[in-house]
């Protein structure tokens, strides 16, 4: 928000303040105007489900035009289940002028007001069906209205209904303004941000529907476009569309050209909208910036076009190649750019003291003009200021709060309620040469909603621009800091600190990256868009979970748990495995030690992991005399000595001599093998020798025998 919490309502609350039921009090009001006297259940004849909204809208946004008669509407909201008779709406004004902001606040919420109000007109209303809506219009002549001092004066109206028995009445309030006849000078701030989902620069999907014609970031030059409004400008916005070179969306690359083009006055916000209040209550040396924001650049999308080649002179003149040329990236400066800004203007959270306007000074090297809500201000003044030296710019609250709320209403009627409500606040600060209109940071915007609330402050100001408010002689004030914003914005450095400390840890570990900026740039990106949250318990959730995930970035590389490992051999080596879940390839060294002797590892290995993978290192270790088991500690590091992960132990069961008893045993089976082949062969070469003693000796007996 730009302001703080300046008594915020409700809106709700505001709506159905037109919902509220006067049983005898309205009815005697109202009485001459019965058929009937009420009785005092009145109020229990209402209908229990759902309730009646009664708004009005009078003038022009809540101004009356001086000698012109005053057309009111009135709309009856019937939000029962069912019909709401006819009536009779009669409209009344209290002329009793409201003397300051908080008897505006007390009569919108309460619609209790000091003095009497006297009739302006009264109409028949129609039957309204249930959940149906009717509009009754009261013209009030100039002879009736009368001539009225400049001021913001209650004016309600209340609702009769002459059928049923007995009649119920009902009422809705809202003020009618008279403007000075010499109005001041105001100036309109409306803030251009947009937030990626991922924190860092919008990708060209984003882009592509923020710059499309329905698109938000289309809708807020669409909403000042033609106005006197002047812009505040994320210049992350530009620098995303300027980064994605010719890869660039063409709607994105026509909404930079209208914003250049455009003759409002502009400035830049802080990158990422950050606050400057926190960096300062932090006691930072400089105010952060972005880090280089090179890794978001692809040199193909700069690539420069070669130089036509002059066409040879003759045909025996041999036409030379173009030569290639390196692509011109944009610096940063370049990609942030804003054209025609108006340079040193700062627009922080509340809770500035001096001693942080001098920080402000300081960083920026020249006189800064700081932005601030009217509340910091022990007495209300314009909106041109210098305190101790330091130009300050006050915006009016109470008057932005609403105005804010009617720029960020779809509802027509409800965003008339708040331009009244924040016109009228205008109208109240007072003689002043020059006031401030700051709205809220709001990325859902309509158009048509953004310029009605613009173009309504004309109805009592003359509207001007930003670089006259700028020049305008400064009155003299002093600072009132509220405790709750102080003790807040000391809230919010703290917790800046543990993201910086954060922050320190992701440098470190960004060591085993080959270009550690595709890392810590988006990171504090997001750290920027972070601080530039204004909800106290928003910002609280945020740095809460940019925590979480900076955690878990720095666990997304380690060792992974391993096995039991069984070591059969005097040497062999042993399966680690290292995760990297990060999207980049990392270089890391693996560190093994052993917690006995009897193993010898490798101390370290160079392990290149893979992007999104695991990574398997064979470690070569080597068993010296004896066994048993023993563990090893496995840990990360980056090529700078940064510890990374959690370190991880093995159990490893060591059996080296195992290796010489097998060896042996296998050697005993082969000598066996071969001892008893020997002697199979010699059997059976005896075997072989026997037969063939015996068949020489049968073949001789057999010869005989012939004979």
Do not use: C
């Not at 840890?505 to 949250?533: H, K, N, Q, Y």
């Not at 609280?540 to 380690?558: E, P």
Request: aromatic content about 2%; overall charge negative; proline content about 8%.
């Amino acid at each position: 928000m730009i302001t703080p919490r300046f008594g915020r309502r409700v809106r709700a609350q505001r709506r159905a303040r037109g919902a509220v039921v006067f049983a005898l009090a309205a009815a005697l009001v109202a009485a001459p105007h019965l058929v009937s006297p009420p009785s005092a259940s009145a109020a229990a004849d209402a209908p229990e489900d759902g309730t009646v909204e009664i708004s009005l809208t009078t003038g022009v946004h809540g101004v009356a035009q001086p000698g012109s008669s005053l057309l009111t509407t009135v709309m009856v909201e019937n939000g029962t289940e069912e019909e709401l008779s006819a009536g009779r709406v009669e409209l009344e004004l209290n002329r009793m002028a409201l003397t300051d902001g908080a008897a505006l606040t007390a009569w919108l919420d309460s619609g209790e007001a000091p003095g009497a109000f006297a009739s302006l007109g009264t109409e028949e209303s129609e039957a309204v069906a249930a959940s149906e809506t009717s509009t009754t219009s009261v013209v009030t002549p100039v002879g009736v209205l009368g001539a009225l001092p400049a001021g913001v004066y209650p004016i309600r109206v209340n609702l009769t209904e002459d059928a049923g028995s007995p009649a119920t009445a009902r009422t809705g309030q809202s003020v009618l303004i008279v403007e000075d006849a010499a109005p001041a000078q105001v100036t309109v701030l409306v803030p251009v941000t947009a937030t990626p989902a991922d924190g860092g620069l919008l990708t060209a999907e984003e882009l592509t529907a923020l710059t499309a014609p329905d698109g938000a970031l289309t809708a807020q030059l669409d909403g000042v476009a033609g106005t006197s409004a002047s812009l505040a400008v994320d210049p992350l916005i530009p620098a995303a569309i300027r980064a994605l070179g010719t890869a660039a969306p063409a709607s994105a690359l026509d909404w930079l050209d209208r914003l250049e083009t455009l003759p409002n006055d502009r400035f830049a916000l802080q990158p990422g909208d950050a606050d400057a209040t926190t960096q300062s209550r932090a006691g930072l040396p400089a105010i952060l910036k972005p880090l280089p924001l090179d890794s978001y650049l692809d040199p193909a999308n700069f690539a420069v076009a070669p130089t036509p080649t002059p066409a040879p002179t003759s045909a025996s003149t041999p036409t030379p190649s173009p030569t290639p040329t390196d692509p011109e990236l944009p610096t940063d400066v370049e990609l942030m750019a804003i054209e025609r800004e108006s340079p040193g203007v700062l627009w922080p959270t509340a809770g500035v003291d001096t001693a942080d306007l001098t920080t402000f000074n300081g960083w920026m090297e020249t006189d800064v003009t700081t932005i601030l809500p009217s509340t910091s201000l022990a007495a209300p003044t314009g909106a041109v200021v210098a305190i101790d030296g330091s130009r300050v710019l006050l915006t009016d609250a109470a008057a932005s709060a609403a105005l804010s709320d009617a720029a960020a209403e779809t509802d027509d009627t409800a965003r008339e309620q708040n331009i009244a409500e924040g016109l009228a606040h205008l109208a109240l600060t007072g003689p002043a040469p020059s006031l401030l209109v700051g709205l809220d940071r709001n990325e859902a915007r309509t158009a048509d909603a953004l310029r009605e609330t613009i173009l309504s402050v004309s109805s009592i100001a003359d509207p001007t621009d930003f670089s006259t408010l700028r020049t305008t002689p400064p009155q003299s004030a002093t600072l009132r800091v509220p405790e709750s914003d102080a003790a807040e914005s000391s809230e919010r450095a703290a917790k800046l600190e543990t993201l910086l400390a954060d922050e320190s840890r992701l440098t470190a570990f960004s060591s085993i990256l080959d270009d550690p900026l595709v890392l810590l740039s988006p990171e504090r990106l997001r750290m920027l868009r972070l601080l530039g949250v204004r909800d106290a318990e928003d910002y609280a959730t945020g740095v809460d979970a940019h925590r979480i995930a900076t955690i878990t970035t720095l666990d997304s590389v380690g060792v992974q748990e391993p096995s039991p490992i069984q070591l059969f051999t005097s040497a062999a080596p042993l399966p680690v495995w290292v995760r990297n879940d990060l999207p980049w390839p990392v270089n890391v060294q693996l560190t093994a030690k052993p917690s006995d002797a009897r193993l010898d590892v490798q101390p370290s290995t160079d392990v290149p992991a893979g992007a999104a993978s695991n990574t398997r290192v064979k470690v070569p270790v080597e068993a010296r005399v004896g066994s048993g088991s023993l563990t090893v500690d496995f840990s990360l590091s980056s090529p700078t000595g940064v510890q990374i992960g959690t370190d991880q132990t093995a159990s490893v069961t060591v059996r080296a001599e195992w290796e010489n008893i097998g060896l042996g045993i296998l050697g005993g089976v082969i000598a066996l093998l071969l001892v008893l082949g020997i002697v199979r062969t010699v059997v059976r070469r005896r075997r072989d020798s026997a037969d063939a003693g015996t068949d020489a000796a049968a073949a001789d007996d057999s010869a005989a025998s012939g004979e």
